[in-house]
């Protein structure tokens, strides 16, 4: 399951449709004619807001920031519908007619490159839901890269975010565009908790040498997730090439020397009192593990991590039972006959759907992850989402990055480029979660002796 997971999300081929943009160099940019990110109209736009994820994107937006201290506006190709989403929105939300009367709506097709470019120029931010990624989010990311527009999504598609680190990453950093992707589930929670162990270590003078990540979770997919899967399955064969890891690539563009070795559950194992299954998004959460930490280390360092991510439980039948599971799960979404038979009865969503209202309420995410040093200290922490962390937190995971970039961007690490969320935001993107119900905490643990935080 991890080896398939991994190619599906970690080392399969990454896919840039025809007519998509191509690489850029920085001579292809006149930085002296960007206009000034305080002239522009937004400080954030969601692109894909018709969508599932999006539309909770909007929603959060909405009632977390109803002060009207956020200048935003919602973006989609078809006009009528993007109408008659935000008057949902707005009626869900018992907001009243008038509420979201400031809300600006832009006209975008992610298929014309001057509607994109359009939409980049009016806003600080892009946070995009609109997936699959490699399908459609090359375009937008080159063209927030040219107008120093920052860009936050939801994709797990590693190969692709290697692709636009390759294409698009000299551009952005010349412009001062911050481009993060991997900004919800996949990969925040593990991110940004391996990033503030790291920063713990690193106090006591030592470097990450072991994590672990023990993770509990309830949720339901979407359809705009198991359509991004299907995707990467049609384009396993396809691919670019380069000289080294993208992933790996320092912030000046250099291999970094810090290898992290993904040591991710196979089949279910006992490690410490608890025993770890296979989990689904392990294979993509260590590649973002793994870009931050070249770009947190660089190239002057030649240590090792040793990674280990897996579904917890208290024995091995509900870790082999867990895991049997979602191996049936795959089979199903996998095989086209299959998934319209479960389509067909309900039991799998269409795009554009997801879980229901009910099912979110009773989703919740808990990652557990123990780090230790070079030197032998060891340290813990704990973050847990009260509620669905897929779809519903997801959303809130994404709109918080963005803010990070648009209303605090002397706090964050780097200046442009593409990056991580858990490297160039971190802490901060945590204290923001909190805000809104996210739970997090660390401490120090004698080595072995990590407690049930």
Same mark, same amino acid.
């Given at each position: 399951?991890?080896?398939?997971?991994? @190619?599906?999300?970690?080392?399969?081929?990454?896919?840039?449709?025809?007519?998509?943009?191509?690489?850029?160099?920085?001579?292809?940019?006149?930085?002296?004619?960007?206009?000034?990110?305080?002239?522009?109209?937004?400080?954030?736009?969601?692109?894909?807001?018709?969508?599932?994820?999006?539309?909770?994107?909007?929603?959060?937006?909405?009632?977390?920031?109803?002060?009207?201290?956020?200048?935003?506006?919602?973006?989609?190709?078809?006009?009528?519908?993007?109408?008659?989403?935000?008057?949902?929105?707005?009626?869900?939300?018992?907001?009243?007619?008038?509420?979201?009367?400031?809300?600006?709506?832009?006209?975008?097709?992610?298929?014309?490159?001057?509607?994109?470019?359009?939409?980049? @120029?009016?806003?600080?931010?892009?946070?995009?839901?609109?997936?699959?990624?490699?399908?459609?989010?090359?375009?937008?990311?080159?063209?927030?890269?040219?107008?120093?527009?920052?860009?936050?999504?939801?994709?797990?598609?590693?190969?692709?975010?290697?692709?636009?680190?390759?294409?698009?990453?000299?551009?952005? @950093?010349?412009?001062?565009?911050?481009?993060?992707?991997?900004?919800?589930?996949?990969?925040?929670?593990?991110?940004?908790?391996?990033?503030?162990?790291?920063?713990?270590?690193?106090?006591?003078?030592?470097?990450?040498?072991?994590?672990?990540?023990?993770?509990?979770?309830?949720?339901?997919?979407?359809?705009?997730?198991?359509?991004?899967?299907?995707?990467?399955?049609?384009?396993?064969?396809?691919?670019?090439?380069?000289?080294?890891?993208?992933?790996?690539?320092?912030?000046?563009?250099?291999?970094?020397?810090?290898?992290?070795?993904?040591?991710?559950?196979?089949?279910?194992?006992?490690?410490?009192?608890?025993?770890?299954?296979?989990?689904?998004?392990?294979?993509?959460?260590?590649?973002?593990?793994?870009?931050?930490?070249?770009? *947190?280390?660089?190239?002057?360092?030649?240590?090792?991590?040793?990674?280990?991510?897996?579904?917890?439980?208290?024995?091995?039948?509900?870790?082999?039972?867990?895991?049997?599971?979602?191996?049936?799960?795959?089979?199903?979404?996998?095989?086209?006959?299959?998934?319209?038979?479960?389509?067909?009865?309900?039991?799998?969503?269409?795009?554009?759907?997801?879980?229901?209202?009910?099912?979110?309420? *009773?989703?919740?995410? *808990?990652?557990?992850?123990?780090?230790?040093?070079?030197?032998?200290?060891?340290?813990?922490?704990?973050?847990?989402?009260?509620?669905?962390?897929?779809?519903?937190?997801?959303?809130?995971?994404?709109?918080?990055?963005?803010?990070?970039?648009?209303?605090?961007?002397?706090?964050?690490?780097?200046?442009?480029?593409?990056?991580?969320?858990?490297?160039?935001?971190?802490?901060?993107?945590?204290?923001?979660? @909190?805000?809104?119900?996210?739970?997090?905490?660390?401490?120090?643990?004698?080595?072995?002796?990590?407690?049930?935080?």
């Amino acid at each position: 399951m991890t080896q398939l997971s991994t @190619k599906l999300l970690g080392s399969g081929g990454s896919d840039v449709e025809s007519g998509a943009e191509g690489s850029l160099s920085v001579d292809d940019v006149n930085v002296s004619s960007l206009i000034p990110l305080n002239e522009r109209a937004y400080d954030v736009v969601i692109l894909g807001f018709t969508g599932f994820t999006g539309r909770l994107a909007a929603a959060h937006l909405a009632k977390a920031y109803q002060d009207g201290s956020v200048k935003w506006a919602v973006a989609g190709r078809n006009l009528k519908k993007v109408h008659d989403t935000l008057a949902s929105v707005a009626e869900e939300l018992d907001l009243g007619p008038d509420a979201l009367k400031n809300v600006g709506i832009i006209e975008c097709d992610t298929s014309d490159n001057e509607a994109v470019t359009n939409m980049c @120029k009016q806003t600080r931010v892009v946070c995009s839901t609109a997936g699959p990624f490699a399908k459609y989010g090359t375009p937008v990311v080159a063209a927030c890269a040219r107008t120093g527009t920052s860009y936050a999504d939801i994709t797990g598609e590693t190969e692709w975010v290697k692709s636009m680190i390759m294409k698009y990453g000299d551009v952005a @950093k010349s412009t001062g565009a911050r481009i993060l992707s991997l900004c919800g589930h996949d990969s925040v929670p593990w991110d940004c908790s391996s990033q503030h162990l790291a920063g713990m270590l690193e106090a006591k003078g030592e470097k990450v040498k072991k994590i672990v990540a023990y993770d509990e979770v309830a949720g339901a997919p979407s359809g705009g997730t198991i359509a991004t899967i299907v995707h990467a399955v049609s384009t396993l064969t396809q691919g670019d090439k380069f000289a080294f890891d993208p992933l790996l690539a320092t912030e000046e563009g250099t291999k970094s020397s810090y290898k992290v070795v993904d040591n991710n559950i196979a089949f279910p194992k006992r490690i410490g009192d608890k025993y770890l299954g296979a989990f689904v998004m392990a294979a993509c959460n260590v590649q973002a593990v793994k870009k931050s930490m070249a770009l *947190r280390y660089g190239d002057k360092y030649e240590g090792k991590l040793a990674y280990t991510e897996g579904s917890s439980h208290p024995d091995f039948k509900s870790a082999f039972c867990t895991q049997l599971e979602l191996f049936m799960g795959m089979s199903v979404v996998l095989s086209a006959p299959l998934r319209a038979v479960a389509i067909a009865l309900g039991g799998v969503p269409k795009p554009g759907q997801g879980p229901s209202k009910k099912q979110m309420e *009773r989703g919740w995410l *808990r990652v557990h992850m123990v780090a230790e040093g070079d030197k032998g200290s060891a340290v813990e922490s704990v973050i847990y989402y009260p509620r669905d962390a897929g779809y519903r937190d997801t959303a809130r995971m994404l709109v918080e990055s963005g803010l990070c970039m648009a209303l605090q961007p002397d706090k964050i690490k780097c200046s442009g480029g593409v990056m991580t969320p858990g490297y160039a935001l971190g802490d901060l993107l945590i204290e923001r979660l @909190k805000v809104g119900g996210t739970k997090f905490a660390s401490r120090d643990v004698k080595v072995g002796g990590a407690s049930k935080l």
